[in-house]
């Protein structure tokens, strides 16, 4: 493989505009996580203390082998939702490494509202959930939860995608034999007690932890009998007496003892072998990104120069380098891994669209990793180029997208536009893990666009009337608002809070966080055995 020469000027006025405007873009990222890591009251805090628990971080901290890495998932789902203090949905979850073995972990922050799901919350247990079954990764619930966050309960309880699917997905989680290991370490109320219920196996804290499908106030109001939470669900009922938990823990720092030993005696995972490599690190700084990526969407760049400080020693063997030159498609390594990367330089032609179909079918075939970097406005549009079958083109390159049975990551590095984001794997395409860039802008089309289409479909109802198209003030009226939604809900805060994306990466921090991303979908079988696509439209 040959190593990227790089054309990028470090010293010049653009890279250092640039490279400062990304650094600030990354420098308010890393305050946002950290708001939502710390931001809790004094009230929670000290509630914490006086019931002799331990905070979520804590937990965590204890839980995970020492000096480890955590992959955080979606740090800032629910951001500026509810009143903006549900920090994370309320839930701590990601990728840790216990007893040396990858792990998925999704532990509710008591300091939140008493560790209550909100709908985001709903949304991201299932996210933790998919990602589980996509990569085989043993699940640990850390429960300490009032349940359902009763003034929403409409949107959490009664559709396919709501709390229901969660304990649905804990028996099919159950059925594929990936363990399901779940830590008693506060209140377990209602929905909340069918996470133990449905787990593998159920450590439980004595005094704390409590399990019951209804807590001592609903008891109080249904029947009149008075116990306390204790009496009716502690660690002493379950253990001794109904059998629904399996392990006693004296204190929050027993019970995760306890868990790793259980995770310590799980059979070994059999990771897929792809052909590992000595890693090692590209010969360019991955900062450098910061100063390559422009400031705006419209510039284009050579994402070569990016690939070229995220991959191993910056080697990159490039696949059709001079046939669809808007798409580059290629092999490296990243963290010793083999990847085929698929990264824009354009717009995408009927030629980078084969191309891309191409590439995507020899990784599937020999089980090489796919990563997509999508900065894409669209699939080229025009008279010539529907003549030429861009969309029967396109169509393949999606095809083949969807259907490849090798791990998927995709990277948003900057505009992520209509079918684009379809062809580079967007979310509804599966990827096992997709990140966003702080810079990262998506959405049907651009605000500009959007609106421009709009004005453009009322002067042709206008004209179709005879009347004169629309006065200027008509115009300004129909493309502020329209411009004004794009920018609100198209940025990555948006997408993240939402959580169409895992999570806001600094660009420096990408690679890093594809190995471990990568060292996690190997616990999955590869299944390209069962390589094979649907009909592809010639
Ligand atoms: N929905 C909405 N808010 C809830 C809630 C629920 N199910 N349960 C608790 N809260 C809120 C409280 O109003 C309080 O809000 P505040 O901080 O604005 O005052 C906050 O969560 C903490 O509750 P508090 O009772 O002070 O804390 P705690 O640590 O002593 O107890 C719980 C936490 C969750 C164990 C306890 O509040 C409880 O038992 N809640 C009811 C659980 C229930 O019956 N759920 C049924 C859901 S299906």
């Known amino acids: 493989m040959e190593v990227i020469e790089t054309k990028i000027d470090t010293s010049s006025q653009e890279y250092r505009e640039n490279y400062q405007a990304m650094e600030a873009m990354v420098e308010d990222l890393r305050k946002e996580v950290e708001l939502a890591r710390n931001d809790r009251s004094e009230k929670a805090r000290a509630r ?17 082998d020492r000096n480890t890495p955590f992959l955080e998932i979606a740090p800032l789902a ?17 990728i840790g490494i216990v007893e040396g073995r990858e792990a998925i972990i999704h532990a509710n922050d008591a300091m939140i509202k008493g560790g209550t799901i909100y709908p985001m919350g709903v949304k991201k247990g299932l996210r933790i959930q998919t990602i589980a079954m996509e990569n085989h990764l043993p699940i640990i619930n850390l429960v300490d939860s009032g349940g359902a966050y009763l003034p929403l309960q409409s949107e ?26 779940c830590g008693v ?6 929905g909340a007690a069918y996470i133990p219920a449905m787990s593998d196996e159920v450590v439980h804290v004595k005094g704390t932890g409590a399990i019951f499908l209804g807590g001592p106030p609903l008891v109080l ?15 002493n009922v379950h253990c001794r007496e109904s059998g629904v938990s399996d392990y ?13 030993q259980i995770v310590k005696n799980l059979p070994p995972p059999q990771k897929a072998d792809i052909g590992i490599r000595e890693p090692k690190p590209p010969i360019y700084d991955p900062k450098e990104i910061y100063g390559i990526v422009p400031r705006s969407l419209d510039i284009t760049y050579d994402v070569r120069e990016v690939i070229a400080r995220m991959v191993d020693g910056s080697e990159f063997l490039e696949f059709k380098e001079r046939y669809g030159p808007t798409l580059v498609c290629g092999w490296a390594y990243i963290h010793g891994y083999p990847v085929g990367i698929l990264g824009n330089n354009g717009v995408l032609f009927s030629e980078s669209s084969l191309k891309a179909t191409q590439f995507i079918q020899l990784c599937d075939k020999r089980g090489i990793p796919l990563v997509f970097l999508q900065n894409i406005t669209g699939y080229i549009v025009g008279k010539e180029y529907e003549r030429i079958g861009i969309t029967k083109d396109g169509h393949k390159m999606v095809n083949a997208v969807a259907t490849a049975t090798v791990p998927k990551f995709t990277v948003i590095t900057g505009a992520s536009f209509g079918a684009g984001n379809y062809g580079m794997c967007g979310r509804a395409y599966s990827p096992r893990f997709l990140w966003m860039w702080p810079n990262a802008q998506i959405g049907v089309m651009g605000g500009e666009q959007a609106a421009g289409v709009m004005i453009t479909v009322k002067n042709d109802q206008l ?4 009347k004169p198209p629309l006065p200027e003030e008509m115009v300004r009226q129909i493309r502020e608002p329209i411009v004004a939604a794009a920018e609100r809900e198209g940025n990555a805060y948006y997408s993240t809070a ?8 600094d660009p420096a921090k990408t690679r890093d966080v594809l190995g471990l991303a990568i060292s996690a979908a190997l616990n999955a079988p590869l299944r390209h055995d069962v390589y094979g696509y649907g009909t592809f439209r010639m």
């Open 48 to 64: 914490l203390d006086q019931q002799n628990k331990l905070t979520v971080r804590k937990r965590l901290e204890l839980l995970f």
């Open 78 to 94: 629910a951001r500026g939702m509810y009143d903006k203090k549900v920090h994370s949905a309320g839930v701590v979850s990601g």
């Open 498 to 505: 939402n959580m169409w994306d895992d999570g806001i990466l």
């Open 156 to 181: 959490i309880f009664p559709d396919a995608d709501d709390g229901g699917r969660i304990f649905y997905n804990q028996a099919v989680i159950s059925k594929m034999g990936i363990p399901q290991i």
């Open 248 to 260: 006693f823990a004296e204190d929050d720092a027993h019970c995760l003892e306890i868990i790793r």
């Open 221 to 235: 109001a249904a029947t009149g009998e008075e116990v306390t939470a204790d009496e009716l669900g502690g660690a």
């Open 463 to 466: 004209a179709r009337e005879g």
């Open 185 to 190: 370490m506060g209140l377990c109320t209602a």
